[in-house]
C-alpha cells in the first residue's frame, strides 16, 4: 500500500511525543500492507472500524487518539493500493467531528 500524507503523521508524531512511536509503527506497517479486502484491514487490526466512504477509524495509544484513513484498495497487480490520511487527533477532537465518512 501506499500511504500518502506520511509529513501530516510525522508532523503530528512530534507534536505529541506519547503516540509518536504508535503513529510511526501504524505508518510503516501500512506501507508494507497488502490489504485487497475489509477482511485484510480486519485482520491487522480487529479494533479498526469502517465508516463508510472508504473510511476507516482506527484507535491508538489506548483509545487516546484517532486516525481516519480512506483506504483505496489495492487491485491485483495493477494497483497496490493507496491510504490517505484524512484525521488525527485527540479522541475529543474526534468526537466533535460531525459525520466521519466525509472528512
Not at 491487522?44 to 483505496?72: C, H, K, M, S, T
Not at 467531528?97 to 466525509?102: G, L, M, N, Q, R
Request: net charge neutral; charged share 25%.
Amino acid at each position: 500500500m501506499r500511504v500518502l500524507t506520511k509529513a501530516t503523521l510525522r508532523k503530528y508524531a512530534l507534536q505529541h511525543p506519547d503516540v509518536a512511536t504508535e503513529v510511526m509503527v501504524l505508518y510503516d506497517d501500512m506501507q508494507r500492507a497488502d490489504w485487497h479486502t475489509a477482511a485484510d484491514v480486519k485482520a491487522y487490526d480487529p479494533g479498526a472500524r469502517y465508516v463508510g466512504n472508504e473510511r476507516w477509524i482506527f484507535n491508538l495509544l489506548r483509545n487516546r487518539y484517532r486516525l481516519i484513513v480512506q483506504i483505496v484498495f489495492a487491485n491485483g497487480d495493477n494497483f497496490n493500493g493507496q491510504i490517505f490520511v484524512r484525521f488525527i487527533g485527540t479522541h475529543a477532537e474526534y468526537d466533535r467531528i460531525f459525520d466521519a465518512s466525509v472528512i
